[in-house]
């Protein structure tokens, strides 16, 4: 079993930055792939941004040049760097990861989400 947890959200004005750590923990051999994604109101849940274990990255169209997904294996943990954040990112942000846990099993793990409102 792991657990993921997102962290970092908040109220932030047009033009403005928020950092986003997203923690795994429990019993973790290894993780794979790990993800961010969001859910506007009224919209259905959209992929941001993708980190594999390699470090290779993919972005959603609508975030590319403004947000940077980094992660950190000794801590088990994603980034997503949101800068020049616009009305329309406000969301409701979660993350995910493909972890391999000490049953040698691998599943997709999702956290509970952060709330990120773009507002002046």
């Known amino acids: 079993q792991a657990q993921l947890v997102e962290s970092g959200g908040g109220l932030v004005q047009p033009g403005g930055s928020l950092r986003l750590p997203c923690a795994a923990s429990?019993?973790?051999?290894?993780?794979?792939?790990m993800g961010w994604y969001r859910q506007a109101p009224g919209k259905e849940r959209e992929l941001v941004a993708t980190?594999?274990?390699?470090?290779?990255?993919n972005y959603a169209d609508s975030v590319k040049g403004r947000f940077t997904i980094s992660r950190d294996n000794a801590k088990n943990t994603v980034y997503l760097q949101m800068d020049n954040l616009k009305p329309e990112d406000t969301a409701v942000y979660y993350c995910?990861?493909?972890?391999?846990?000490?049953?040698?099993?691998?599943?997709?793990?999702w956290g509970k989400g952060t709330l990120v409102t773009v507002s002046s």
């Open positions: 995910n990861a493909e972890v391999r846990g000490t049953s040698r099993s691998t599943m997709l793990y």
């Open positions: 980190i594999t274990g390699g470090g290779s990255t």
């Open positions: 429990g019993s973790i051999l290894s993780i794979n792939t």
